[in-house]
């Protein structure tokens, strides 16, 4: 994990900016969310997404002087995918309109990209304290907690958060993103692909502070926590198809073992299978487990297929972005 340099923050001071505002029913807090950004990013644009509110929350944010279109389909994951489509720029920030981010820290999440120092960077609530200290939602730092320890288990990388809304990218990790999840899993499915495709990621530390008077999380801490859990898992299963189909393997042939050491034993002293459905059904788990390596074995080399696209695909991409910036 890399770490922020006076130095890059220095150098940032080049390259357009789009802040991306993905909302529902944020009324309350929009005006302010804008006003802050326009204010700490005067030359950004400022994007507002409206996601089927029922309130005014559109209206709001083109009064602040905000750039408002709508997005039909319900989800976070849904409106972010269609920023990414829609929006060219050379730096992205990613904030909810909830007003529990600091717009005063967006040039430090800046920083690091336009000094070529990452390809995404992270606000991080969680180091100095203030979202254990803010956040009065139970359950929502032990579900943050046990998706960094499955990550860092999985893929092998510690994030200090990793269910921040506050994030930063640039033009190519944006262009060439597939955004999948419809909902609140984006967060992890950015991280999770952010680490495997070996994008450098900095964490940057920021203030937190919990929602105002009024205002309500559209998060459901069990049911979106289930959502991101099986995310994670449907990744493994997609970037990490050998680990995942060897520990399978792993699983089928030991209670293949477990069904057939006692046929053996019984064999060798007796030279009879008197337990024929025990030594079948040794057979079959110790086949299948031998079947899903073979599955595992096959879809990794699909996997390395793709990874040699995909770099190819982001080859070409910086290859546009550099023709654009002649």
């Known amino acids: 994990m890399q770490q922020v340099t006076e130095a890059s923050r220095t150098r940032a001071n080049k390259g357009t900016v789009a802040v991306l505002i993905p909302c529902y029913n944020e009324a309350i807090t929009i005006g302010k969310v804008v006003d802050d950004f326009k204010k700490a990013l005067p030359e950004a644009v400022i994007y507002v997404y409206d996601n089927n509110s029922t309130d005014n929350t559109g209206a709001i944010a083109a009064e602040h002087g905000a750039v408002v279109r709508v997005e039909r389909r319900q989800g976070k994951g849904n409106v972010v995918r269609q920023m990414m489509r829609d929006i060219d720029a050379d730096y992205y920030i990613m ?35 203030t ?15 046990l998706v960094r320890r499955l990550i860092k288990w999985i893929y092998g990388f510690e994030f200090s958060d990793v269910m921040t809304g ?45 929602r105002p008077e009024g205002s309500e999380s559209k998060l459901n801490t069990f049911s979106d926590g289930m959502k991101v859990l099986m995310m994670i898992l449907s ?41 024929l ?13 031998i079947l899903a390596y073979s599955c595992g ?30």
Request: with cysteine; proline share 6%.
């Open 297 to 326: 074995l096959i879809l990794d080399t699909v996997v390395k297929g793709s990874r040699k696209q995909y770099e190819l695909d982001v080859l070409r991409a910086y290859e546009a972005l550099r023709r654009e910036n002649r």
């Open 166 to 210: 506050y994030r930063a990218y640039n033009a190519v990790f944006a262009k060439t993103m597939p955004v999948l999840s419809p909902g609140f899993e984006i967060e992890t499915e950015l991280s999770i692909h952010a680490v495997d495709k070996r994008w450098r990621i900095v964490e940057v530390p920021i203030d937190y502070r919990d």
């Open 235 to 275: 990744l493994f299963k997609d970037y990490r198809p050998l680990a995942l189909f060897s520990w399978v393997a792993l699983l089928f042939c030991v209670l293949g073992l477990i069904a057939g050491i006692p046929v053996i034993a019984e064999f060798a002293a007796t030279g009879l299978v008197p337990k």
């Open 277 to 289: 459905p025990s030594a079948l059904l040794a057979v079959a788990l110790v086949f299948v487990g």
């Open 131 to 145: 979202y254990g200290e803010e956040n009065d939602r139970a359950f929502h730092g032990f579900g943050n907690n």
């Open 95 to 129: 904030v909810d309109g909830d007003d529990t981010y600091p717009a005063e820290s967006a040039p430090a999440l800046l920083a690091p990209l336009m000094a070529d120092e990452a390809d995404m960077t992270v606000g991080d609530r969680l180091s100095n304290g």
